[in-house]
Nanobody, 120 residues
């Protein structure tokens, strides 16, 4: 059984910062890919940032230069540092991970999400 748990969301003023965490736990052989998505009210879920082992991170154009994704392989944890937050960054942020359960099988997992609200 594998679980993803996000944390770090909250209410922040425009221009402020937040740091989200996504911790994977359970019977993990290797975490291949970790991705942050977000879903604003009334909108579809969109990719925010993705990190793959041995590759450069990928960002949505709307967050480039403001958000930074990183990971701690030893802890199976990904982080999303969000700076210069804007009201349009408001939404539920979800963590997704592609996790190898053994050398031959990998599955995708989702966290339950953490709410980020950017408002004055």
């Amino acid at each position: 059984q594998v679980q993803l748990v996000e944390s770090g969301g909250g209410l922040v003023q425009p221009g402020g910062s937040l740091r989200l965490s996504c911790a994977a736990s359970g019977s993990i052989f290797r975490v291949n890919v970790m991705t942050w998505y977000r879903q604003a009210p009334g909108k579809e879920r969109e990719l925010v940032a993705q990190i793959i082992s041995d590759s450069s991170p990928v960002y949505a154009d709307s967050v480039k230069g403001r958000f930074t994704i990183s990971r701690d392989g030893a802890k199976n944890t990904a982080y999303l540092q969000m700076n210069s937050l804007k009201p349009e960054d408001t939404g539920v942020y979800y963590c997704n991970a592609q996790i190898a359960l053994n050398i031959a099988m990998a599955r995708n997992y989702w966290g339950k999400g953490t709410l980020v609200t950017v408002s004055s």
